[in-house]
């Protein structure tokens, strides 16, 4: 799941669905231009790319690869609740 999925309302749902089945669609190369234009408007509006994050306002962690020490990984949070307030501190 990526950390953007814990910010989406359930009523997201149609919309993500309709996001993955419009990329299968590309990868598969049924998709028309329009429906490749539709997916990009998809990808923005649910903060998949760096557009999408600049509009919502969402920023990600950057992490240091150059930097040569490794960070361990957070532990799984258990509810939907504390993965968003991890997201957003």
């Known amino acids: 799941m990526s950390p953007q999925a814990t910010q989406w309302h359930d009523a997201y ?3 993500v669905a ?3 089945q419009i990329v299968c669609q590309s990868l598969a190369g049924k998709a028309t231009a329009g429906l490749a234009q539709e ?3 998809l990808a923005d509006h649910l903060g998949l790319s760096p557009a999408g ?4 306002g969402w920023q990600m962690e950057h992490v240091d690869t150059h930097a040569g020490e490794l960070h ?3 532990t799984p949070a258990s509810s939907v609740d504390e993965r968003r307030a991890r997201l957003t501190s």
């Open 72 to 74: 361990a990984l957070p």
């Open 13 to 15: 749902v149609p919309l």
């Open 39 to 41: 997916a990009r408007h």
């Open 53 to 56: 994050m600049r509009t919502l």
């Open 18 to 20: 309709m996001y993955v």
